[in-house]
């Protein structure tokens, strides 16, 4: 069992827990994620470990509250436990001291862009950040992404914090300013993502993106989370999360994203799935 030890709100229906898994925490790095389980009814849900204590032996979950399970799990409390804590899982960020990189997180994208954003700064890269969401409510890790970057800049959609607009906005006018610009990393939704491989591309810009297609055993058998990557059949739980945002086919990805959303919508509304 992994205990919960702390949980906060960050947000409307965004939460942090901090768990007691010492053996993810020994190994895991920037990039990658952990497969969990609340009880021995429920279904595997991959989240991004968020940030570590290798001395603690903790790591930190960022989750938004968006169906059955991780409703469910936003009802967990201090003190209470998951059954399954299975990672860490996937390839970690390569990180190196490539020069300027802008790390770019939407929504709920901004918990796994932090650990990666703290690493290119930990090794030297001078690091701008564009942080955004829909509203100042759903705004989340200001102050730790502020911590980790050189430059932070802030879109929501209704301007209510920081500049309206979208991510890609400052992006944009980095570029059109000649900003030099030698990686971009970006997390979010699917369509911001695809968004921000759009305007790089033609610049030929590195961009890497993080993918969340639906993961089942997050260990390459099961198939599910497969991806066309640059014409390829890949598995983003072994091959990823991360990939050449200019290379993945987002279509395919968001049509996959959609095949379940019957089920989703029915588990929903009793709750809890597998009944
Ligand atoms: P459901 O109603 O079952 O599904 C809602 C939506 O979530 C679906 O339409 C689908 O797009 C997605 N989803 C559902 N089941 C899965 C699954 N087994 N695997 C992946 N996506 C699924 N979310 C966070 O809030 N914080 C994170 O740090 C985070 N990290 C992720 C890292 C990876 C590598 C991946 C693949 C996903 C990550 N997600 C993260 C998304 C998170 O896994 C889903 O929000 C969660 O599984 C939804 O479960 P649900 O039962 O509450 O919702
Ligand atoms: Fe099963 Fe990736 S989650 S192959
Ligand atoms: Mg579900």
Redesign the pocket.
Known sequence: MYKILEVEELSEG?KSFIIDAPLVARKCEAGQ?I?LRIDENG????????DYSREKGTIQ?????????????GQLNAGDALLDVAGP??KATEIENFGVVVCIGGG??V??VYPIARAYKNAGNKVISIIGARNSDLLIMEKEMRSVSDELHITTDDGSAGRKGLVVDPLKDMIATDQKIDRVMAIGPMVMMRGVAEVTRSHEIHTLV???????D?TGMCG??RCSVGGETKF??VD??EFDGHKVDFNGLMAR?????T???Q??GYGA?HK
């Open positions: 965004v994620f497969i279904e595997r849900i991959p989240l991004t470990i968020a979950l960022i989750f938004q509250e968006v169906g059955a399970t991780t409703r469910k799990l899982l996937g709920i994208g918990a796994p993080s993918l969340n297609p639906i993961m089942v997050g599910g989370c983003a739980c990823g999360p994203a959609r095949m379940y959303q089920e989703e919508r588990c929903k799935c």
